[in-house]
């Protein structure tokens, strides 16, 4: 027997007489070693904690992605047990090239929509069509899809897949002024006092002036190769214009000038999920009084001062959609789809609850992921619109599903309330209310 194969037989012997041996646990606490690199997952008991969600308010019209220009309503008035009303078709639906990613806006009795082919359409709240046309430019065709609307100074803002920023006439959809924004896409727009505020996918943001489309100013934040389109928009207060970019920069400007005032940043994932991979901001930005809310979709939600940025809290729940803060807590669909109340003082988690996450193919054999939209918090529950054909009333108590309506081929975009109907766009092309 040769000097290597001995010893090779003594370290193998040694290797199994160690691995007879039982370890030594050593006393003392145990520490995560990935604490303060990542946010973690975090077992969640579910309370039913009383709420006020104050009394139900009557508004007429809905003029901007999350409701208005700070993106922050009230808990508002809509049947306990609503029903379909009608189902109106607005154009063409999702398809394989194109899809719908415009939430509806109600002003002054009359909807409007962006179909998947960008044709903007009104109709009215009887579901009677009133008149329709196309965002896309001259000489194009429909291979890009995509577009966001606003409402403000009696014009229609439509920002689209094409780069341009629109406004336009709510009688007839006639074109007042476009401006060309230089990037593909853009956030949803969002007017306050005779401007329009705007983030291109480029991460510039712009101010632009509502009356004839002239640039007032613009801000730049750090680029990014990846990133989300037709995202959150601008939140405007009476002072304050606060900027979201994809690249998860927040940014805190005074509306006038743009000067900025105050910048944060959202980071962090959910360990050992990858539903998604890209940390740009695509919750919020939420103004609630003096607090900012926003968020990521790879687990983080974060709320802050809204005159200085400095953070109140920060929650491991990443959210997919804008937020809503009402009655002391802030509601939210996770980045796992869950849906989350969140003590809106200390930004603990009351009770978390899961939605579908899956929807079964033929005969099992292939799975689509399941798109939640909202919530809106009306009729003394909170509201999701799901893509796999349901619309879902929780009780904002304890969480609890109290009541599933049927909503014909999915939802494509988010419920919005006005008038005390609830309005949806499915992925058919067709506009449902609820009443």
């Excluded at 154009?91 to 082919?117: E, L």
């Excluded at 329709?132 to 899809?145: D, I």
């Excluded at 994932?269 to 998604?276: C, T």
């Excluded at 809204?306 to 669909?333: C, H, I, K, M």
Aim: some cysteine; overall charge negative; hydrophobic content about 45%.
């Amino acid at each position: 027997m040769t000097f290597k194969t001995i010893m090779g037989t003594g370290c193998a012997l040694a290797m199994l007489a160690a691995c007879g041996q039982r370890d030594v646990i050593l006393p003392g606490e145990r520490l995560d070693i990935r604490d303060g690199m990542a946010t973690q997952q975090v077992e969640t008991a579910n309370i039913a904690a009383p709420i006020s969600l104050g009394a139900q308010v009557a508004n007429a019209d809905w003029t901007h992605r999350g409701g208005s220009a700070t993106h922050n309503m009230p808990h508002l008035a809509l049947s306990e047990t609503p029903t379909l009303a009608f189902a109106a078709s607005i154009g063409q639906g999702d398809s394989r090239r194109n899809r719908i990613t415009a939430d509806p806006i109600v002003v002054d009795g009359v909807v409007y929509t962006v179909d998947a082919a960008l044709n903007l359409a009104a109709t009215a709240t009887n579901g009677a069509a009133l008149w329709s046309v196309s965002l896309m430019p001259a000489g194009e065709r429909t291979e890009l899809s995509g577009a966001a609307l606003a409402y403000g100074g009696g014009m229609i803002f439509a920002t689209t897949a094409f780069g341009e920023l629109i406004a336009l006439s709510p009688a007839n959809g006639g074109v007042i002024w476009r401006q060309d924004l230089g990037a593909s896409g853009a956030s949803a727009p969002t007017y306050q006092g005779g401007v329009v505020y705007v983030v291109g996918q480029d991460n510039r943001a712009w101010a632009i002036d509502a009356e004839d489309g002239t640039i007032r100013y613009t801000k730049n934040s750090n680029p990014v190769a990846a990133q989300y389109g037709y995202g959150p928009g601008v939140a405007v207060t009476s002072e304050y214009a606060i900027f979201p970019f994809s690249s998860g920069q927040l940014v805190g400007a005074f509306k006038n000038g743009g000067m900025t005032r105050w910048t944060d940043s959202v980071g962090g994932e959910r360990l050992g999920y990858a539903l998604n991979a890209l940390d740009g901001i695509t919750a919020g930005p939420v103004v609630d009084g003096s607090t900012v809310y926003y968020g990521n979709s790879t687990g983080m939600i974060v709320a802050l001062n809204l005159s200085d940025g400095t953070r109140r809290w920060s929650a491991q729940e990443g959210a997919v959609n804008t937020v809503y803060p009402v009655g002391g807590s802030v509601f939210a669909v996770n980045d796992i789809n869950e849906l989350v109340r969140i003590d809106a003082r200390t930004g603990d988690v009351v009770w978390a609850v899961q939605m579908p996450d899956l929807i079964e193919r033929r005969m099992g054999k292939s799975r689509a992921a399941v798109a939640h939209y909202g919530p809106v918090v009306a009729g003394g529950h909170v509201i999701v619109a799901s893509s796999d054909g349901a619309l879902r009333l929780f009780d904002p108590v304890s969480g609890a599903l109290a009541r599933q309506i049927e909503l014909p081929s999915g939802a494509a975009s988010a419920p919005v309330v006005a008038g005390g109907v609830l309005y949806v766009v499915n992925k058919d092309g067709q506009l449902l209310a609820f009443r």
